[in-house]
């Protein structure tokens, strides 16, 4: 039977190992839970800059 001495510094590496991985876990679902909204997406931000610019050219076609 191993003596505690020796088992302890095992004991205290899958504690931390544990503790890490559950660390881990947690970040990602902190992580997941912040999704860009879709304005915040670039494909969205180019579509409304596109939006802008087709609105501007339709503005000045009427002024003409």
Do not use: D, Y
């Amino acid at each position: 039977m191993k003596h505690a001495s020796q088992l302890f510094p095992i004991a205290l590496q899958e504690l931390l190992e544990i503790g890490e991985k559950a660390r881990k876990q947690r970040e990602q679902r902190e992580r997941a839970k912040h999704v860009a909204r879709p304005r915040e997406t670039r494909a969205c931000k180019h579509a409304a800059c596109r939006e802008k610019q087709l609105k501007l050219e339709l503005q000045t076609r009427i002024t003409l």
